[in-house]
């Protein structure tokens, strides 16, 4: 009997061992040198893992005879998996090559074609999908505040938004969605509200002129914001923040990809209460508001070659001006594209958009809402590529764009402008180390008959890990339908009346960098230069007894940026950004500088991963120096100015993000962590009453689903 009970436990124990079997190997880079501590894994079972020793040597026992992929993980490195046959037994052995770095990623915006970023002649700040999580912005306002020095974001009157640019307002930087423009303005800006960035892949910045490219108001920059593509087979992830300011924020996305269709689909709902100030200052309460905005977007390659995408949009938001008015806005867009690839080096590429932007006072008492704006963009391009050699490509093409304008602020309701442009550009690579481009565009705005051309010049030199770059680039930005028909009461004080011979503004912009690179370490100076001619702003005319849009004296802009990063094996990230500014008004003119010459942006980041559970700690802050500025005591004289300090200020935000298990991410947001309150609301200072804390939820559902 005692026999029978040892060679049944005989046989279940050789049976058990049957039914694993072990797998072991080294974890190397691509030099041979091994990684301590890599992470190996089995994709089909996530429990199972293990680390590698100093030598960079695992062992993992799989159970059943059945194949598996294992993964090999490290940090810096790209990740690898290897597919495992049933029972094997030899060693698998991994090589890891170094992760790209952001110099890697391909962009779009300097060039209009897909190019490196190390390559590209024109300097470009990308902002990545990881950057976007981590400030967790509400809309592309608060991100670029976050990432880049030199820009702000404050109030004018009625507590609109304005950009200010290193010394560039809302009307010279043209934002950009997937390289389309945006129909609609308040006091010159954009409703950045509208871009949200619940579907953005990346964000591209380009500074200086860049009409050569995409004409009218790109004389101080372009951003330009690309939108996601669904890349597998299903996808669907629920986001909600909850700020202990009143903020609360939910998202949806849905994507698939099913053979030849795939599409992608979003659903945000933003809210926030009014707020009471805490001190004096030229307003006393943020105003509250309420916004959601859906997009969808569908993509169909009915064969390799061609690709056709559909978009399509709703926006609208509500903000609580007053107990009996509510402002509204709302936005209808929509978008059809088809690309062609004629072989390997041709690339057309055909388009129409359609934007309308609506504004309208909604009635409390009666419950009316009364339409008071809308303006409404047709625009249709065309876009050739050609590549010869490995690296060199032309480009032509040309837009038409039908642009209609109903507002209160005219006397006869509504005008319309017809604009078409012509543009080509060559990228020329005569060596490895040498690369060339130059453009130019001609554009026609039907109302003044008005052509100009806008030409481009740029050069990069490579030497080992350096890049020297050089470039001039023409600007202009043509008189708006409200710049040359307005008519407007301002609040019974003073008429303002638009100028049909308004001049284009016009100007040149001298830049030149130098940039190092490594694996680790990033290192960028660069100066620039520009004269603006005809800038175009309002000055009191005695004729009309108001204000008149007129063209001024020249102006000047100079300055330097300084961008430093480093990256490490170990987890630890960090870049410092500075920013000088001077801006140059000659005495007498009918503007004044409020750009403030120094500004910077640190983030320090530090995060590890592991099979189940990943951090990331990152803390950003924002450094704005003091501005002294002129400010005009009369309407009719504008030599009669007071000297005026706005103070400088520093805002610190400490973003604590966790990864739980496959597809949860926790967030957690201190912002204002030093607890700044100005003693003084102006307009340009941060409307802020001290340290606030948000909380966040992303759930991943398809990864949930499939690590279950």
Not at 610 to 625: I, N
Request: charged content about 20%; overall charge negative.
């Amino acid at each position: 009997m005692k026999l029978l009970v040892l060679s049944l436990f005989g046989l279940l124990f050789t049976l058990q061992t049957q039914a694993q079997y072990k797998i072991s190997g080294t974890v190397s880079d691509v030099a041979g040198q091994p990684l301590a501590g890599a992470v190996v894994t089995v994709k089909e079972q996530p429990s199972l893992g293990t680390v590698a020793d100093t030598e960079g040597h695992y062992e993992i026992t799989l159970p059943g005879k059945e194949t598996y992929t294992l993964c090999a993980s490290f940090v810096g490195y790209e990740p690898v998996s290897e597919k495992i046959a049933a029972g094997q037994t030899g060693p698998v052995n991994f090589r890891l090559a170094e992760r790209s770095t952001m110099m890697d990623q391909v962009v779009v915006t300097a060039t209009r074609t897909p190019k490196l970023l190390k390559d590209v002649p024109i300097v470009t700040r990308v902002i990545s999908e990881a950057d976007i999580k981590q400030v967790d912005a509400t809309h592309v306002g608060d991100l670029l505040q976050s990432e880049l020095p030199g820009i702000e974001f404050s109030y004018s009157m009625n507590q609109q938004v304005s950009l200010n640019m290193q010394g560039f307002g809302g009307n010279s930087v043209l934002f950009l969605v997937d390289g389309e423009r945006l129909a609609g303005e308040t006091l010159d800006n954009i409703d950045y509200n509208r871009l949200n960035l619940d579907n953005v892949a990346r964000v591209e910045i380009v500074k200086g002129a860049a009409s050569s490219l995409y004409g009218s108001n790109a004389i101080g920059g372009v951003v330009n914001i690309i939108t996601k593509e669904p890349s597998e087979p299903w996808s669907v992830n629920v986001n909600t923040r909850y700020s202990t300011l009143g903020e609360k924020v939910g998202s949806l996305s849905a994507g698939f990809r099913a053979g030849k269709l795939s599409g992608l689909t979003n659903a945000q709902y933003v809210q926030s209460d009014s707020i009471p100030l805490k001190n004096d200052g030229d307003y006393s309460k943020i105003y509250g508001s309420w916004n959601y905005n859906i997009k969808q977007q569908l993509v169909y390659r009915p064969f390799d070659r061609l690709k056709l995408t559909g978009k399509a949009g709703y926006y609208f938001r509500q903000r609580d001006a007053s107990e009996d008015v509510k402002d509204n806005y709302r936005d209808f867009s929509g978008s059809l594209k088809a690309e062609y690839d004629f072989g390997e080096s041709d690339n057309i590429t055909l388009s129409y958009t359609f934007d309308q932007y609506d504004k309208s006072d909604f009635l409390v008492a009666n419950r009316r809402d009364v339409r008071e704006y809308s303006n409404v963009q047709h625009n249709v391009r065309a876009l050739w590529s050609h590549s010869f050699g490995e690296k060199d490509n032309i480009v032509f093409g040309g837009d038409f764009m039908r642009d209609y304008l109903l507002s209160y602020q005219f006397e006869d309701g509504a005008k319309t402008q017809y604009t078409g442009d012509l543009f080509g550009q060559l990228d020329w690579n005569p060596t490895e180390r040498l690369n060339f481009v130059s453009g130019l565009r001609f554009d026609y705005f039907s109302d003044r008959g008005l052509f100009h051309a806008s030409p481009k010049l740029g050069a990069m030199y490579k030497i080992g890990n350096c890049s020297l770059r050089g470039s001039y680039a023409g600007g202009f930005r043509a008189p708006t339908l409200k710049e040359m028909y307005m008519s407007f009461n301002m609040a019974n004080i003073f008429m303002i009346y638009g100028n049909p011979d308004l001049e284009p503004e016009e100007s040149h912009n001298f830049s030149l960098s130098a940039e190092y690179m490594s694996r680790r370490y990033n290192l960028t100076v660069t100066g620039y230069y520009n004269l603006v001619d005809n800038r175009i702003t309002t000055a009191w005319s005695e004729a009309l007894k108001g204000q008149l849009y007129t063209n001024m004296a020249p102006l000047q802009v100079a300055g330097v940026d300084l961008n430093f990063s480093a990256a490490y094996d170990f987890g630890l990230k960090y870049r410092i950004s500075y920013t000088y500014t001077h801006e140059r008004i000659e005495k007498g003119q009918p503007m004044t500088s409020s750009t403030r010459p120094h500004s910077a942006t640190v983030k320090i980041e530090y995060g590890k991963d592991w099979r189940t559970y990943g951090f990331d700690v990152a803390l950003t802050g924002r450094l704005m120096s003091a501005v002294t500025s002129d400010v005009y005591t009369s309407l009719t004289d504008y030599t009669q100015t007071e000297s005026q300090t706005y103070p400088g200020y520093t805002m610190w935000k400490l973003s604590i993000a966790q990864r739980i298990w496959h597809g949860i991410r926790l967030n957690a947001v201190i912002d204002n962590l030093f607890n700044y309150i100005p003693d003084y609301y102006y307009n340009n200072t941060p409307a802020t009453i001290g340290t606030t804390l948000s909380l966040g939820l992303s759930l991943d559902l398809q990864e949930i689903f499939n690590n279950r």
